[in-house]
């Protein structure tokens, strides 16, 4: 039997993993928001960083929905002779296009035309394909191992505690 794949741009499943943790927040399904939000957290962790992103980038979760994914991320340029010259800060807002992808804008100083730079790589980051269902297991997984890790805190204390 083969394995089903769940194969996707990467803005698709990151909208679709925000639309499913708002469901849980309005049916007060915590198991699964749990799950959600550490799906979101894995899907993000490969975010433009390195490569004067030294800070990384962050989706900004609680100013995003399923119609607009929005980022955060700072820049750290460099001069004509290779040293640090300071940084630029950029929120990247990124909505669906009508016709297919999605449309960006980054806002932030456009310091030696960064900010084409920072659409570019951001671009190619968010339309990768990738399969959401090892990410889900993986979430789950991580979240079960947390919870027995907690339960077996608990015994411990419990125990510390009896006569």
Not at 27 to 34: I, Q
Not at 42 to 70: H, M, N, V, Y
Not at 127 to 156: C, F, G, V, Y
Request: contains cysteine; hydrophobic residues 40%; negative net charge.
């Amino acid at each position: 039997m083969t394995e089903k794949t769940n194969i996707a741009p990467r803005y698709l499943h990151i909208a679709s993993a925000l639309a499913a943790k708002a469901n849980c927040e309005r049916h007060d399904n915590g198991t699964w928001l749990e799950i959600w939000d550490e799906v979101i957290r894995q899907i993000s962790d490969s975010a433009p960083k390195g490569s004067g992103f030294d800070c990384g980038s962050e989706i900004l979760i609680l100013k995003s929905d399923q119609s607009t994914l929005r980022f955060y991320t700072q820049y750290h340029h460099m001069d004509d002779n290779g040293f640090y010259c300071g940084w630029s800060s950029h929120h990247i807002n990124v909505k669906p296009a009508f016709i297919g992808g999605f449309d960006m804008v980054v806002h932030g100083q456009d310091r030696n035309q960064i900010k084409d730079y920072i659409a570019e790589v951001f671009h190619h980051w968010l339309s990768e394909p990738i399969d959401l269902n090892p990410i889900i297991t993986a979430a789950r997984k991580a979240l079960m191992e947390a919870a027995q890790t907690e339960e077996t805190l608990a015994e411990l204390a419990a125990r510390k505690e009896a006569p």
